[in-house]
Nanobody, 115 residues
Framework: VQLVESGGGLVQPGGSLRLSCAASGFTFSNYVMSWYRQAPGKERELVGL????????NYADSVKGRFTISRDNVKKMVYLQMNSLKSEDTAVYYCKVHYMWTDYWGQGTQVTVSS
């Protein structure tokens, strides 16, 4: 199982970024995919998740209405569209899959929201 995130960077408050996560090594279309983030000095927290077919999503209250998760089961990609970014969204963002009783994580991508 391999997950590779990309798309992070520096963005001003109020700006947008789109993160991507490329998956391989498992039957992608069968699994829920999640996005997490970890800010400096804080625990890793769930940002949101998307069901295997992409028909349903759930989000943390802190990002609801600003972030959108989507997936492309043909390309084996999951995306996190982040709008109206705030300084408190600064963190390393990870995608995760729970596969065969194990959590697999990508290496993370840094998102910094600052003027």
């Amino acid at each position: 199982v391999q997950l590779v995130e990309s798309g992070g960077g520096l963005v001003q408050p109020g700006g947008s970024l789109r993160l991507s996560c490329a998956a391989s090594g498992f039957t992608f279309s069968n699994y829920v995919m999640s996005w997490y983030r970890q800010a400096p000095g804080k625990e890793r927290e769930l940002v949101g998740l998307i069901t295997s077919a992409g028909s349903s999503t759930n989000y943390a209250d802190s990002v609801k209405g600003r972030f959108t998760i989507s997936r492309d089961n043909v390309k084996k990609m999951v995306y996190l569209q982040m709008n109206s970014l705030k300084s408190e969204d600064t963190a390393v963002y990870y995608c995760k899959v729970h596969y065969m009783w194990t959590d697999y994580w990508g290496q993370g991508t840094q998102v910094t929201v600052s003027s």
